[in-house]
């Protein structure tokens, strides 16, 4: 019977209305108070219940890097006092109350006993046990009755670390989860293994929040219960007064108390689904009742919290993609298995570039101009490589790592690597018109790329990681870039068997190479068609012959450090980026020179050359002559270039 009828009623009979309407409100109260408490009950269930999962993810992670910690710190401890010894006698360490304590401890929650550790060695034979019946028996004979349990036991036996869960029975024959975390003990035979019931870190919190719910829900239901008795007072007063006057206050007080409850339970229940839906701004009034209010409150904080947990990852995730490409960041911020340590076997393409004369160009520089003038070369190589979907695994001062084809499949990464590889030597005419304006000496870099099969994955330790490529072919590419001069692009064999259709080569080299026991053939790329279609500019590299040569002093170079004492020379032929220089003594192709100029009084002038042998020729007697490419001019020496030229 609705409100409506009560009053028509009440106008048709009110000395009836009057007798019997406070009852009638009472009952109608009653069902409002009911009905609401319905609906705080369910939405307090639903809060409880979503909390109780959260907490339940959040504390089982939590507890299981608290056990792997405690495993590993007894690991450590218990190499401290038993790596090194030849044998070990199972018995006397049995009566070594120390290590009993140190080896079976306790594993504890914030409510108590969780668990234990105890040891094994590698076969799975129990040493040190909480339960003294277990000492000396084989986990082995478990492996039936817990196969979960004896499958961790027997990895443990050749792997460092090991985690898992097996299913159990508790006394109450109720299935349970164990964590386990069995880690080796370095020089010993021994394993550490860590045991615990891992609901034993969440079912008390779970309780409390139950707990906690059924409180509310009690101060819930006593309000609306106080706020009924009110009504009734009212009701019960106002029907003496009259049937009409009663009524209208009746219905007034109604429709107020059943807004002030719903209203803020409806927005309550709309904004869970909202924030269900993914939009976390949303947030409801805090008003109504004491209670209603604080489980208002508790649902903005727990958005709030939510948008900056989402805003913390969002920024962990972007930071880390300035060290890594996003898709490894990706891989790695949200599949917990990629973080592992360890890798695959998988064919790459892997690239390397370094600046010639970097080192020599940037000695009288000051820090803050070098890092300017090196950000400028990186920013924009970087920029090229992440375009092209390259994974940059190492920048070492002015030398670059990538790799194409993990941990994303590329069916072509050897083309789209070379591809790269041309698009960065064509950025150099970008970057040295830059480093013109701004006073800063000219630049160029060799690049090379190398396909084969590496290992790719984590590599480094538990505190440390890092993502990248290991094997002979990345050996093998630092070899080949070498070899590179400054504005070239070499391949070796294994890419060009694979890109040789869509590329034009312009120099063929025979290179030997320590470690290679068969010269290897190296292809410098001066283009690349199909969907890449890139191709350097043509050098002029046109030698002239001088009618009266340059005198300069040559040193021999291994890994940047003079191996020779100066030794006298002539350039007979030259350019802006080579020269024909005649000598007496030893030089080999392929080999790392610095020349100094000299004066009329054959003193060296200010400026040091350098360059890379690319052939030597036999001369007259004791002469030679060796065909040198420039890597690096400094000013000064390039002045002198040019006027001899007749450019200057």
Not at 92 to 118: N, P
Request: negative net charge; contains cysteine; charged residues 25%.
């Amino acid at each position: 019977m609705s409100i409506r009828t009560y009053l028509v009623l009440s106008y048709a009979a009110l000395i009836i209305i009057t007798l019997g309407l406070s009852e009638a409100m009472d009952w109608i109260a009653f069902k409002l108070a009911g009905r609401h408490q319905v609906i705080v009950q369910g939405a307090l269930e639903a809060l409880t219940d979503a909390n109780s999962r959260v907490s339940e993810e959040f504390l089982a992670a939590n507890a299981e890097r608290m056990v792997e910690a405690k495993a590993s710190e007894v690991a450590k401890e218990l190499s401290y006092l038993l790596g090194g010894r030849k044998t070990y006698d199972y018995d006397q360490l049995r009566r070594d109350q120390k290590l009993r304590g140190l080896a079976t401890q306790d594993i504890l929650s914030g409510e108590g006993v969780a668990g234990y550790l105890d040891l094994n060695d590698r076969t799975g034979v129990n040493i040190l046990h909480p339960n003294p019946q277990v000492e000396g028996k084989n986990f082995a004979a478990w492996k039936d009755r817990f196969p979960e349990m004896w499958h961790l036991v027997s990895l443990s036996a050749t792997n460092p670390k090991v985690k898992g869960y097996y299913t159990f029975l508790d006394r109450h024959n109720q299935p349970r989860k164990k964590f386990m975390v069995l880690m080796q003990v370095e020089r010993t035979p021994f394993v550490v293994v860590a045991v615990v019931n891992i609901d034993e870190f969440f079912l008390p919190a779970q309780a409390r929040m139950r707990q906690a719910g059924q409180e509310h829900m009690a101060q819930a239901r006593q309000s609306i219960a106080d706020a009924f008795a009110d009504i009734e007072r009212q009701i019960k007063l106002l029907s003496i007064i009259g049937g009409i006057i009663f009524t209208i206050i009746a219905g007034v007080s109604g429709l107020f108390f059943t807004g002030a409850l719903s209203r803020p339970i409806f927005r309550l229940r709309d904004g869970v689904i909202r924030m269900g839906e993914g939009d976390l701004t949303v947030t409801v009034p805090e008003t109504g009742a004491k209670e209603l209010i604080q489980l208002s409150r508790s649902f903005n904080l727990l958005g709030r919290q939510l948008t900056d947990y989402i805003e913390k990852h969002d920024f962990v995730r972007d930071t880390f993609g300035r060290y890594v490409t996003q898709e490894v960041a990706k891989k790695l911020l949200e599949d917990k298995e990629a973080l592992a340590l360890g890798g695959e076997t998988r064919e790459v393409s892997v690239i390397m570039s370094d600046l010639r004369g970097f080192t020599a160009l940037t000695a009288d520089m000051a820090p803050h101009q070098i890092i300017t003038f090196l950000n400028r070369y990186l920013s924009k190589m970087i920029e090229i490589l992440l375009d092209h979907q390259a994974v940059v695994d190492e920048i070492l001062g002015d030398g670059i790592l990538a790799f194409f084809g993990a941990p994303a499949p590329l069916d072509d990464h050897p083309a789209r690597a070379v591809a790269c590889a041309l698009a960065m030597q064509g950025a150099m005419e970008e970057i040295n018109a830059a480093n013109a304006q701004d006073g800063l000496p000219y630049l160029e870099m060799g690049v090379a790329v190398n396909t084969g099969a590496v290992v790719v994955g984590n590599i480094g330790s538990e505190r440390r990681t890092k993502y990248s490529v290991v094997g002979a072919d990345v050996n093998f590419a630092s070899r080949i870039e070498a070899y590179a001069l400054g504005g070239q692009v070499l391949i070796g064999p294994s890419t060009y068997r694979r890109v040789q259709g869509l590329i034009e080569v312009g120099e063929v080299i025979s290179a030997e190479m320590k470690g290679v026991p068969e010269p290897a053939t190296l292809y410098e790329v001066r283009a690349i068609h199909g969907p890449y279609n890139l191709r350097l500019q043509e050098r002029q590299e046109t030698l002239r012959p001088l009618a009266q040569g340059l005198p300069v002093h040559i040193y021999r170079l291994k890994k940047k450090i003079v191996t020779s004492q100066a030794a006298a020379a002539e350039i007979t032929q030259l350019s802006e980026t080579a020269a024909v220089v005649r000598f007496a003594g030893e030089l080999a192709a392929w080999e790392d020179v610095r020349l100094h100029l000299l004066d009329q009084e054959n003193r060296e002038m200010p400026g040091k050359i350098y360059g890379k042998v690319t052939a030597v020729d036999s001369g007259e007697g004791d002469f030679r002559t060796a065909h040198i490419r420039f890597t690096s001019v400094p000013p000064e020496s390039r002045k002198v270039i040019k006027e001899a030229l007749g450019e200057g």
